[in-house]
C-alpha cells in the first residue's frame, strides 16, 4: 500500500516595509504576534496526532529574511545585520519549531 504525506506551508515571513506587494501574504511585521501565528497554525495544521485523518503536517515555508527588501522591490537592498535577523526574522521560525513543524 502506498501512503501519500499531505504538506500545508506556514508562510512566516515578516515585512517591514509596506510598500513591497507581498505583504499581505504574512503575517505581519511584529516578531512576537508572527511567532505566535506560526504556533497556531501548526498545532492547528497537525493537531496532536499526524496518524489521524484529519491533521495535515506543516512546513515552514520561505527564507527568513525573504520579506526583508527595503523600498518595495523584491532583490533590492536588504538588512542583513545578526540583530535584525534574530530579533525581528527569526523568532516566528523557532516558534514553528518548537510547536513540532513537520
Not at 8 to 24: E, F
Not at 39 to 59: F, R
Not at 66 to 91: C, F, H, K, W
Amino acid at each position: 500500500m502506498i501512503e501519500f504525506l499531505s504538506l500545508s506551508n506556514v508562510s512566516l515571513w515578516s515585512s517591514r516595509d509596506p510598500r513591497w506587494g507581498r505583504i499581505a501574504e504574512g503575517s505581519g511585521e511584529d516578531a512576537y504576534l508572527g511567532s505566535q501565528i506560526a504556533k497556531v497554525m501548526v498545532k492547528g495544521y497537525q493537531g496532536n496526532d499526524l496518524a489521524k485523518n484529519n491533521t495535515i503536517m506543516a512546513c515552514v515555508k520561505h527564507f527568513a529574511l525573504y520579506g526583508a527588501v527595503e523600498g518595495g522591490r523584491e532583490y533590492n537592498t536588504v538588512d542583513m545585520s545578526r540583530i535584525r535577523m534574530y530579533q525581528d526574522y527569526l523568532p516566528p521560525y523557532h516558534a514553528a519549531v518548537d510547536a513540532g513543524v513537520g
